[in-house]
């Protein structure tokens, strides 16, 4: 702890908390009525009031500290969080990219015509520079054949996976044998990833630094490996993919980035160095960052200015990790805490919100004990203003009473401006947390979606790259295939399988649709079948090379009539060739792959279930993916199926592409936040060059607590009631002063005249085998005195709630005291006795223990009436119930009694 402009904050609260404008509005706001406290409490302790403010005012600095440290620290809490997401996500997101980049090199590295073209490349190259004359020319037009249809190879794989910018075929020795772009000035390179691409024992290289075969770039992302003969380890050459780093990661920070943010979202490598800038004017590429790996965060300064700053390793992916990059996010800390809560909780329904509010079970217990510790001291503050109210009242002695009501008046005036600013600053401390929760949920709905669209991105570039391997060209474009041709696409197809384990099966068939191999042994026998759905069709009506179909999310065969999609590309003929993307050749069959949805899926989703400080998903929470019509593709809770339709608003599923939204809903006895994301596709996939649409979104519930719509419905009635109020008339004439209060929902009172005053309920003591309408005994001026509940004697009976602030106010009789059970004191208002109505005139009753009725104002809206009780008929009635037999009393209403020697031992008054 420390001090902060005189108040103690928590330590690492010191230097933040100046630039949260909302803590600072209300610290200023309690320090002004702090002064004003101090005040009061000289002033009655001067004016002998019997209002002692000195509990109050120390209940009030401790509830101060504590109030404001814990709405700094949720405050702080929530940006920092928001900030470690975003780190988290850019790291891990750009992981995931990479794992599928390490697969593509290794794969590409086997293709039939890369080997081709460095096997014979390098002897054509030496014939012509040798050769002479037409024999020269021949060998350079031979060479340029196998040169163009390579660059259309490579131009068709950029076009499908657009994540990579080139492609380059090197010797052995760094020559350059063959590149796709054109503009690239590179014919020989002497970096050393070549020697390692020939030499590793992994199925990859992969680096990032400067390279000569991208000179125009300072640092620069390649994945390499060797090109070797099918039956061969001697390599023949080295395949590197030149990645888009700088465009990949624009497009990540871009789906993290909010409108008005202020953070700067960068990755950094292993040695801290800055190698990607949501915003390279503000932390340029190549600063050095202190990372922030042992704490959550840290306020570091940069270039002059303090930031808030966090770093966050990535999580790996399938046991991949990359180069040992990190996330990091940095803040100005003038802008970090500017963002309201309110503005995300302004869809959510006032009673739902109220009601998720007022449920203790969603905050901590700091956080729980700050509105019990307000109650307390307002309840003190109440009855203290009550009893010197009460006291000003019945002393016909009093000093300057005048001076002594308007002091009352103000303390009370004071409480009830102390008690406002406490109500808004802890509703806005539960604000915090529950945006937080909201602001969560939504961020989670984002990264699941977005999983999902780089996933099934991989899944449609996939299916159109091996529809145009050669070999399958060749061989459906013959007329009839023997056992060793079929057993071949059948070890293409494994082999592949076995590198892309995503897909549970991939199912090769010709141009009538008829099965010729399948990877998956499990489905050996739909071989010779004639495939008759839908999507086979379609694939086979397929005019080009880009263009792809992907099945609707239902059963198939193919995947034990299970839920999935499954994506198809036609095979063209070996004569194809697209001239101005129209094709010139025919459709010879066609190649489906078939989607493994139900683990894939629940991994995406898993992925971005929320986390606790422990790393442990957060109990009771669970994502889906669901279409517009909200029919599930796939769901983490076991209740909710693949197929079946979710009964949710359809807020959260017409969002446009890409929007989002969060909210809170009732779902099986439970409010959970919720938070949704539209589908906004990935790079071309699912976009303006892309014809196909499926609009699916990604929900994350996030349970808050158990709804109860009852309890809600009982404080909105509570609070009509506490409405009612009586006050100062302006009518002429004499004027009794009222004692009022509330029992089980009833409006009572006393006249002044009759009360002592009101104490609290600490030290009652229950008396064994004593009758209903006894609570108990309370030692008052050291003597016991009697305390009974009138609501075993009322009407309508009401369970006592003992946690509410009961009080106890203490009552004369005529032979002495006896105290009530009361749930909360009302005013003490000045009544003008033309108002007060007698109850006899109006056949109250032997039984009523009230004996007159204050009327409403002749211009004051209708209302609860306030009952003036009597003292002595309490007792009676009393008396009178505990004379009747015990028969009697088990039917008369389920009334108790005190003991008729209690009545009687009632202590004298003093």
């Keep these: ?169 090197l010797d052995c020795e760094g020559n350059v044998l063959i590149q796709l772009d054109p503009d690239n000035p590179v014919e020989r390179s002497g970096d050393a990833l070549i020697d390692e691409s020939l030499t590793s024992s992994r199925e990859y290289v992969e680096t990032f630094r400067h390279s000569d075969l991208v000179p125009g770039e300072a640092s620069s992302l390649i994945y390499s490996f060797r090109v070797t003969p099918d039956a061969d380890d001697t390599p023949l050459g080295v395949l590197c993919l030149c990645f888009r780093f700088a465009n990949e990661t624009a497009g990540i920070f871009e789906n993290l980035e909010e409108d008005e943010d202020w953070s700067v979202i960068t990755l950094l490598d292993k040695a801290g160095r800055v190698i990607a800038s949501s915003d390279a004017w503000h932390i340029p590429i190549g600063a050095g960052m202190e990372r922030v790996l042992d704490a959550d965060y840290r306020v570091v300064r940069f270039a002059g200015r303090e930031y808030l700053a966090t770093t966050r390793p990535t999580q790996g ?333 359809s807020q959260f599923f017409s969002l446009s592409k890409g929007a989002s939204i969060s909210n809170i809903v009732e779902l099986d006895g439970l409010y959970y936040a919720v938070g949704s994301r539209a589908s906004a596709g990935y790079r071309e996939y699912k976009n303006d060059l892309d014809s196909y649409r499926n609009d699916v979104a990604a929900l994350i519930f996030v349970p808050l607590c158990p709804s109860n719509a009852e309890q809600a419905k009982a404080r909105q009635v509570a609070k009509a009631r506490q409405q009612i109020q009586i006050g100062r008339s302006s009518e002429f004439g004499d004027t009794v002063e009222i004692a009022t209060f509330y029992v089980g929902g009833n409006w009572f009172g006393f006249y002044s005249e009759h009360v002592v005053e009101a104490v609290d309920t600490s030290g009652l003591t229950p008396v064994p085998g004593a009758t209903h309408c006894l609570s108990g005994y309370k030692m008052y001026q050291n003597e016991p005195v009697p305390v009974v509940d009138i609501r075993q004697i009322l009407p309508r009976q009401f369970e006592r709630d003992s946690s509410a602030g009961e009080q106890i106010v203490l009552v004369k009789h005529k032979d002495g005291l006896f105290g009530i059970l009361v749930n909360s004191l009302g005013e003490i208002p000045e009544v003008p006795d033309s108002r007060i109505e007698s109850l006899s005139s109006l056949f109250a009753g032997e039984g009523a223990i009230a004996d007159s009725v204050v009327k409403p104002e002749f211009n004051q809206a209708a209302g609860e009436l306030l009952l003036i009780l009597n003292p002595e008929k309490i007792c009676g009635r009393i008396s009178a119930l505990q004379t009747q037999g015990a028969a009697d009393l088990k039917n008369a209403s389920s009334l108790s009694a005190l003991p008729r020697a209690e009545v009687k031992n009632i202590r004298p008054a003093s």
């Design 1 to 169: 702890m420390g001090l902060f402009d005189s108040i103690e904050m928590d330590k690492e609260l010191k230097r933040v908390i100046r630039h949260m404008g909302r803590v600072e509005e209300y610290r200023d706001t309690l320090q002004s009525l702090q002064g004003v406290w101090d005040n009061l409490t000289l002033l009655g302790q001067l004016s002998g009031t019997g209002a002692d403010m000195s509990s109050t005012r120390q209940g009030f600095n401790q509830l101060t500290l504590d109030l404001l440290n814990n709405l700094g620290n949720e405050t702080l809490k929530k940006t920092v969080l928001e900030m470690k997401s975003k780190a988290q996500v850019a790291v891990d997101i750009m992981i995931r990219n990479l794992f599928e980049r390490t697969a593509d090199i290794g794969f590409l590295a086997t293709d039939d015509d890369i080997r081709e073209y460095a096997a014979r490349a390098p002897d054509y190259l030496r014939k012509i520079r040798q050769g002479f004359g037409s024999e020269k020319e021949r060998m350079q037009e031979e060479l340029d054949g196998l040169t163009v249809r390579l660059q259309q190879r490579f131009k068709e794989y950029v076009q499908k996976y657009s994540v990579y910018n080139n492609i380059i075929l």
């Design 317 to 649: 992916y399938q046991g991949y990790a990359g180069l040992g990059w990190y996330g990091h996010v940095m803040v100005p800390l003038e802008h970090a805490f500017g963002k309201d809560a309110s503005d995300r909780l302004g869809r959510v329904a006032a009673d739902t919100l109220d009601e998720v509010m007022r449920n203790p079970s969603l905050f901590s217990e700091e956080l729980r004990t700050i509105p019990l510790q307000a109650e307390r001291i307002q309840s003190e503050l109440n009855r203290s203003v009550w009893n010197g109210n009460v006291r000003q009242s019945s002393d016909k002695k009093a000093l300057n009473p005048a001076f002594s009501k308007i002091l009352l008046w103000e303390i009370s005036n004071t409480g009830l401006r102390t008690k406002d600013v406490f109500e808004r600053s802890i509703g806005n401390l539960n604000q915090t947390v529950v945006s937080a929760i909201l602001q969560d949920s939504q961020f989670l709905a984002s990264l699941a979606i977005d999983i999902m669209d780089r996933n099934l991105y991989e899944r449609a570039n996939d299916c159109r790259w091996w529809a145009l391997r050669s070999h399958f060209r060749e061989l459906l474009s013959r007329e009839t295939l023997g056992a060793e041709e079929i057993q071949a696409m059948r070890a293409i197809l494994t082999r592949i399988n076995s590198l892309y384990t995503v897909y549970a099966n991939l199912v090769l068939f010709d141009r009538q649709g008829r099965v010729l191999a399948v990877s998956n042994p499990d489905y050996q026998d739909y071989c010779g079948r004639t495939l008759s759905d839908e999507w086979v069709r379609e694939t086979l009506s397929l005019k080009n090379s880009q263009s792809y179909i992907v099945s609707a999310f239902e059963t198939s065969p193919l995947y034990k009539n299970r839920h999935t999609y499954i994506y198809g590309a036609a095979v063209h003929g070996e004569n194809h060739q697209v001239v101005g993307g129209l094709p010139s050749g025919g459709v010879v069959g066609g190649i489906g792959i078939v989607f493994d949805s139900e683990p894939q899926f629940a991994a995406m989703l898993t992925d971005a279930l929320p986390r606790n400080e422990k790393g442990e998903i957060v109990p009771g929470s669970f994502a889906v993916f669901a279409d517009r019509e909200r029919r599930v593709i796939a769901s983490t809770n076991s209740a909710i199926q693949s197929g079946s339709r979710l009964d949710l608003d």
